[in-house]
């Protein structure tokens, strides 16, 4: 163990100073601090709400394993700096030139698929691994987005709703090449401290989703609102339905973990297009009941086969939940174009390719990354030391 630490120790320090010097020297060449203040009033306080969420929400949602709170929280910090960077680089090659501001919000806003993909593989990775990985997600990321807007016509502020689809199924494709922990790990389960925890990071999440669906919408207010009414339902429905799949009639806190953010999930699709807020409400319900009715089936029935540990539940958490809101999004569109019957295919097809675009891109780029990360060059973690601090963190007990 004292040698792994040791190239582990020699590793990461180097390989963060190398990236930020990288990072440094590219921003010194290609951008400016602008002396906007118009933009920074209209744009700060969305970016703030989002930046909360993946900051604070997301790294208390991390936490759901018993011994592994410093990693999740820290680890989740890491990668939120570097990649935000990252991301603003990459934009700037791949998308009109909008300003350094608007590139930081979509930035932080596309970290949200890294952070979702980390929960797929919380606990078995390395902070080398988790860098390399996310410098691949955001790229890939990016790519699909760009593949969206030029070949598949979408408009910008739904090709980077795909988030939710694009980090479900990257991770998950990363996770199906790491070996599965032993049944026996005790280190791979929650207590009621880090359960609470993670839900502190779940109400974080859920009180700031409204501003990260209408942060690039046009129809703010309507986002706004449809987004609070579609989770207001579903944390509804995630109560009542954890009360009637348990035996004995009793809260369970996993159910209420995964499924109180289902409606925000299914609803980013179609926050600023929908005119009735139950059309919303119902998308709420249905995002809960797919996650809760997912998670029985995909954990009993398909993870096993497949050889798939997903650590937090990503899947049914957020992957069902936006395969839903893709859906819903087209169903609406063909309602609301039924009249213009002429270009309604072309568009309905250009719809479902997105969508198919945005899961086979990160399927296909997922397990590319998956086997890179499994590579002896970035110091595979043995399946003993998954799901524990004491491998990167001074721990006192």
Avoid at 8 to 14: A, G, K, L, Q, T
Avoid at 59 to 84: A, C, D, H, P
Avoid at 135 to 145: G, I, N, P, Q, T
Avoid at 323 to 336: H, N, P, S, W, Y
Wanted: glycine share 6%; aromatic share 14%.
């Amino acid at each position: 163990m004292s040698s792994n630490y040791l190239n582990f120790r020699n590793s990461i320090p180097w390989l963060i100073l190398l990236l930020e010097a990288l990072f440094i020297i590219q921003f010194y060449f290609l951008f400016s601090t602008p002396n906007h203040s118009y933009l920074l009033l209209n744009l700060y306080p969305g970016f703030q709400d989002v930046n909360h969420m993946v900051v604070f929400g997301f790294g208390f949602f991390l936490m759901v394993l018993r011994r592994y709170g410093f990693s999740s929280t820290g680890f989740n910090l890491l990668i939120l700096v570097l990649g935000v960077q990252c991301s603003v680089l990459v934009s700037y090659f791949t998308e009109a030139n909008e300003g350094i501001l608007m590139s930081v919000a979509k930035a932080v806003l596309s970290m949200t698929a890294v952070v979702i993909s980390t929960g797929a593989v919380l606990g078995k990775t390395n902070p080398v691994q988790l860098v390399v990985m996310t410098l691949v997600e955001l790229v890939a990321f990016c790519v699909s987005r760009w593949i969206n807007r030029t070949y598949m016509e979408a408009e910008e502020d739904l090709s980077l709703m795909h988030v939710h689809l694009f980090g479900a199924y990257f991770g998950l494709a990363v996770a199906f090449c790491f070996p599965e922990p032993s049944p026996r790990l005790d280190k791979n389960r929650s207590t009621p401290k880090s359960d609470l925890f993670s839900v502190l990071g779940c109400v974080f999440l859920w009180v700031f989703w409204p501003s990260f669906t209408s942060l690039l919408a046009e129809s703010k207010a309507r986002a706004v609102l449809n987004t609070y009414f579609a989770l207001a339902v579903s944390a509804v429905t995630a109560f009542m339905l954890s009360a009637l799949t348990t035996k004995d009639g009793k809260f369970r806190m996993t159910h209420i973990h995964s499924a109180i953010l289902a409606g925000g999930v299914t609803i980013s699709y179609t926050a600023q297009t929908i005119s009735h807020p139950w059309i919303a409400m119902i998308l709420g319900l249905l995002g809960s009941v797919i996650t809760i009715l997912g998670s029985h089936c995909l954990q009993r029935c398909l993870n096993p086969p497949l050889k798939i540990h997903d650590t937090l539940g990503v899947h049914f958490t957020f992957g069902l939940p936006a395969v839903l809101g893709a859906l819903a999004k087209v169903v609406l569109f063909v309602i609301e174009q039924r009249t213009n019957s002429n270009s309604l295919d072309y568009l309905v097809l250009m719809h479902i390719g997105a969508f198919c675009q945005t899961i086979s891109f990160a399927l296909v780029t997922g397990f590319i990354t998956g086997f890179i990360l499994n590579t002896k060059l970035l110091k595979i973690i043995p399946v003993s030391k998954y799901f524990d601090d004491q491998f990167y963190w001074e721990v006192s007990f």
